[in-house]
């Protein structure tokens, strides 16, 4: 009994399959069909790739598109920040950026500042309002202006102080100014005496 296995190879000149032992590959050999003497080499089929190439294809371009999709997305996401003004950093102009009420932490309201004069002499004054946000009463309540030049330096301070605030009540202070170049103040603090 023969242990030869036959294996499968194609004619060279007519394409046709030939069965040969496997021990006479490389040999030459007579088709069977055209009658031609071709080289016995053994047969290989063509093996489809794991993945066909439209698969390929189509994921390639699946991922160009989301990528293209999330880029496009984080761009108006950006442009919507700037036209809105949310992007970190920026400050709008006319002092947006500024706390609306800078002493509400400590339960106070402050209104505008101004500069007064007293009278037909020669003393100035800062004057303007503090308010009590809470509902108890303050005690030793102390306000301390920076008082600033054309400029706008800080050339000094003024301070004005009441014993008492009561609730929801408004105080309007009167800081007395010894810096005669002074053309503005500011409020800088608002505290309570502990």
């Given at each position: 009994?023969?242990?030869?296995?036959?294996v499968?190879?194609r004619?060279q000149?007519c394409?046709?399959?030939?069965f040969?032992?496997?021990?006479?590959?490389?040999?030459l050999?007579?088709?069977?069909?055209?009658?031609?003497?071709?080289?016995?080499?053994?047969?290989?089929p063509?093996t489809?790739?794991?993945l066909?190439?439209k698969?390929i294809l189509?994921?390639v371009v699946?991922?160009?598109?989301?990528?293209?999709?999330?880029?496009?997305?984080?761009?108006?996401?950006?442009?919507a920040?700037r036209?809105t003004?949310?992007i970190?950093?920026?400050?709008?102009?006319?002092g947006?950026?500024q706390?609306?009420?800078?002493?509400?932490?400590?339960?106070f309201?402050a209104?505008?500042?101004?500069?007064?004069?007293a009278?037909?002499g020669?003393?100035?004054?800062?004057?303007?309002?503090?308010?009590?946000?809470t509902?108890?009463r303050r005690f030793?309540?102390?306000?301390e202006?920076?008082?600033?030049?054309r400029?706008g330096?800080?050339?000094?301070t003024a301070?004005d102080?009441?014993d008492?605030?009561?609730?929801?009540?408004a105080?309007?202070?009167?800081?007395?100014?010894?810096?005669?170049?002074?053309?503005s103040a500011?409020?800088?603090?608002?505290a309570?005496?502990?």
């Amino acid at each position: 009994m023969s242990t030869t296995k036959n294996v499968t190879g194609r004619c060279q000149h007519c394409g046709g399959t030939i069965f040969f032992p496997a021990e006479n590959t490389g040999k030459l050999a007579r088709c069977t069909l055209c009658g031609q003497e071709t080289e016995l080499i053994l047969f290989v089929p063509e093996t489809a790739p794991a993945l066909p190439r439209k698969a390929i294809l189509f994921t390639v371009v699946a991922i160009v598109i989301l990528v293209g999709g999330l880029i496009a997305a984080q761009l108006a996401v950006k442009r919507a920040r700037r036209l809105t003004g949310q992007i970190e950093g920026t400050v709008k102009p006319g002092g947006a950026g500024q706390p609306a009420n800078p002493f509400a932490g400590a339960g106070f309201a402050a209104g505008d500042t101004a500069l007064e004069k007293a009278g037909s002499g020669s003393l100035v004054y800062a004057v303007g309002s503090v308010t009590n946000l809470t509902d108890r009463r303050r005690f030793g309540v102390k306000v301390e202006l920076d008082l600033m030049d054309r400029d706008g330096k800080k050339i000094g301070t003024a301070k004005d102080y009441r014993d008492t605030l009561e609730p929801r009540a408004a105080w309007r202070f009167k800081a007395m100014v010894m810096e005669a170049r002074t053309e503005s103040a500011r409020l800088t603090s608002i505290a309570e005496s502990p």
